[in-house]
């Protein structure tokens, strides 16, 4: 009997145990972060993660077809699982990590002030060119204290449920206005219209949008800042039981920093290289 009993419990496992590993996914983006994922005139998927999603991909051996949804689904719909996988410029932070499982980081980049050049924000000189958030020396302490004087009663722009719209939170609070968009493409005409002072954004989005025709309206103010409530660089995200797939995305994106792939792609698109090498 006891035999019999392994026998059916090896059987069981055999069919119902640990599920087997994916041979097609389905991945989510927005299709409107810019140069990160964006929709073509035709309707097409194009952008860094696009390419890379390809990539990472064929590295795993892997079918996988995308689908785009708005910014502020992405998350519940993957963890009511309509779909395997996200990649969407999606910051990891420990929020998200108690509702979702990150691949390790394939890019990072700094998140900085955007104003008018005809604003007198843009006058602003920064004590320091860099701030990391995680463990705050005297000299960042000041700069936060010069962030929080300068922007007193102004009003920033920002995509909600964002690292950003969390900095501003923590950081200049009470201080300062915030205003919502949905798209992040809605915060340049709200800076040119004045409906906004400036916005807090990723270099990524920003570097290459101040380099085509009508950027130069626009300027960087302040530190570039990392760390802390802007997390530790975007992943790939999955549910939070879908650990095997974490880490075949892992394995594939260590392949493709070590090869130089992540780095010509940032290139391509963000005109700066914001691969991730640890």
């Avoid at 499982?101 to 990072?108: E, I, L, M, N, T």
Wanted: contains cysteine; glycine residues 6%.
């Amino acid at each position: 009997m006891k035999r019999l009993i392994m026998a059916v419990v090896a059987a069981l496992a055999l069919f119902s145990g640990p599920a087997q590993a994916k041979d097609k996914i389905t991945i989510a983006t927005e299709g409107a972060y810019p140069p990160w994922n964006l929709t073509t005139d035709n309707g097409k998927l194009d952008g860094f993660e696009i390419e890379l999603a390809k990539d990472l991909c064929r590295r795993m051996d892997l079918e996988y077809t995308m689908v785009t949804r708005d910014w502020h689904e992405l998350i519940p719909s993957l963890v009511s699982s309509r779909y395997d996988a996200v990649m969407a410029a999606l910051t990891i932070t420990a929020k998200r990590e108690k509702t979702i499982c990150f691949s390790r980081y394939y890019a990072a980049a700094p998140s900085v002030f955007i104003v008018p050049k005809e604003s007198g924000l843009s006058l602003f000189k920064t004590i320091i060119p860099a701030l990391t958030l995680d463990a705050l020396s005297v000299y960042e302490k000041n700069a936060l204290a010069d962030l929080s004087t300068l922007f007193r009663g102004k009003t920033i722009g920002t995509q909600a449920d964002t690292i950003q719209e969390r900095f501003i939170l923590k950081y200049l609070g009470d201080d300062v206005n915030i205003k919502y968009y949905d798209l992040m493409e809605d915060l340049e005409p709200a800076l040119i219209s004045g409906r906004i002072d400036a916005v807090l954004g990723a270099m990524s989005h920003w570097v290459p949008k101040l380099k085509t025709p009508g950027g130069n309206k626009f300027t960087f103010i302040g530190p570039r800042m990392t760390q802390g409530p802007f997390g530790r660089g975007v992943g790939v995200a999955v549910a939070k039981t879908d650990t095997a797939l974490a880490e075949r995305f892992s394995r594939a994106i260590n392949a493709a920093i070590a090869d130089g792939t992540i780095k010509r792609l940032a290139e391509k698109w963000f005109t700066f290289d914001v691969s991730a090498p640890e």
